[in-house]
């Protein structure tokens, strides 16, 4: 199954089409941050506690997918 999911989802990588956006907003946080702005952070996301069955969402993701 799980081969199967990697078939329908496989393209050529492209890396020029990617952009690392977590590099640019650390870059943009140390920019700020060297002009002395102070950086607030907001407060931390509690996790939900929903545990997912995985294969449930592989199956459907393949059904999708086909």
């Known amino acids: 199954?799980?081969?199967q999911l990697i078939d329908?989802?496989?393209i050529q990588w492209r890396p020029e089409k990617f952009e690392d956006k977590y590099r640019e907003?650390?870059?943009e946080l140390i920019?700020?941050?060297a002009a002395g702005?102070?950086?607030v952070t907001p407060p931390a996301?509690?996790?939900s506690g929903q545990v997912v069955d995985l294969m449930a969402a592989l199956q459907e993701s393949i059904e999708r997918a086909a």
């Open 1 to 3: 199954m799980a081969n």
């Open 8 to 10: 329908t989802l496989e």
């Open 25 to 27: 907003q650390v870059l």
């Open 31 to 33: 920019k700020k941050k």
């Open 37 to 39: 702005e102070e950086i």
């Open 45 to 47: 996301v509690e996790p």
